[in-house]
Each structure stands twice: as structure tokens, then as C-alpha cells.
């Protein structure tokens, strides 16, 4: 079973911005985790029920992730993922025309505004949910206050916190 710390994105019904992003050159993205230089994959967009998303998976972080073939994993301390995960937001901050979107362990889970809003009300409500980046009219929809703050313009978030020692093994 594959782990994948990733950025994925929900773009909703907007197949054109999410086809946009599929298209990103992630030649030029090296991102820096401590003293290891990670490139990303190829991003990878697919439909997932009545949405598109978008994933951004860096090269040799993960485990048992297909993309990395036979290469070696990095086994990455919590602030090292943290640095890198910081690095996939500032990937995302250029993106639009986006639902939600989030960096972490495995995050499409989160991605789905109609679990989100079964499933993780409370959370979402606490703040717990760090990271997560909800267009404006999905944040309003969902009732949410001002612990969400903006993200870049049409965006809010409750900022992320990074990676906890416990989360940076994923084996």
C-alpha cells in the first residue's frame, strides 16, 4: 500500500483550471527538505467522483509510491517533511479557480466538500484540520469564522502547522 505526502487538489467542476494545473513544469521546482534538494513527479490529474483533482507528489518521499520505481526513499525528519510541505503551499498559492486543497500524509480524504461537511464538521469547526486551504464560497458555505485566514485572494486556510514527529514515518 502506497503513502504519499502530497499536495492534492479538488478544482471542482473547473476541468479547465485543473487541466492548467496538470500542466505545471515541475522540471524547475526542486524544493529543499533540510540538506536533501526533492524534485516533484509529473502531476497527476484525475476524476474522483463528480470532481477533478490534482496531485503533486515529490520524487522519493513516500512509501511504496509506484512513481518512485526502484529509487530509494528519504526518510525525512517531521521538520524536514514541514520545510517541504511549506514549499507545496507556495506551489499551490499559484494556482486558481480551485475547491480545496490540502498538504500532508494521504490527504484526498479531506478533499470531498460533501464528507468534509458530514464527516469533519467539528474539526473543521476546532481548527484541527491545519493546512486546509477552502475557496471563499465553500468557506462560507460551511458557516466557518475567522480562525480561517486568507490564504491568497479567494482563499482562506487555517494555516499549517507542519509535520509532528510521529507522522514523518510513514512505513
Not at 509506484?66 to 530509494?72: E, F, R
Not at 485572494?153 to 494555516?159: A, K, L, Q
Amino acid at each position: 500500500m502506497a503513502i504519499c505526502f502530497e499536495l492534492v487538489v479538488n478544482f471542482g467542476d473547473n476541468i479547465r483550471a485543473a487541466r492548467a494545473a496538470a500542466l505545471t513544469d515541475t522540471k524547475p521546482w526542486v524544493l529543499r527538505a533540510g540538506d536533501h534538494s526533492v524534485r516533484l513527479h509529473r502531476p497527476m490529474l484525475r476524476a474522483a467522483g463528480s470532481y477533478s483533482e490534482v496531485s503533486f507528489v515529490p520524487v522519493a518521499v513516500g512509501s511504496g509510491v509506484a512513481l518512485d520505481g526502484t529509487l530509494p526513499r528519504l526518510r525525512l525528519t517531521a521538520a524536514e517533511l514541514t520545510e517541504l510541505g511549506h514549499q507545496l503551499y507556495e506551489l499551490l498559492a499559484t494556482f486558481d479557480g480551485y475547491v480545496i486543497a490540502r498538504v500532508g500524509w494521504d490527504p484526498e480524504s479531506l478533499l470531498d466538500p460533501v464528507e468534509l461537511k458530514a464527516e469533519w464538521s467539528e474539526e473543521l469547526a476546532d481548527g484541527s484540520l491545519h493546512g486546509l486551504v477552502l475557496c471563499e464560497s465553500l468557506h462560507g458555505e460551511l458557516g466557518l469564522d475567522d480562525e480561517y485566514v486568507p490564504f491568497r485572494p479567494g482563499y482562506r486556510w487555517m494555516p499549517y502547522r507542519g509535520e509532528k514527529p510521529s507522522s514523518s514515518t510513514a512505513d
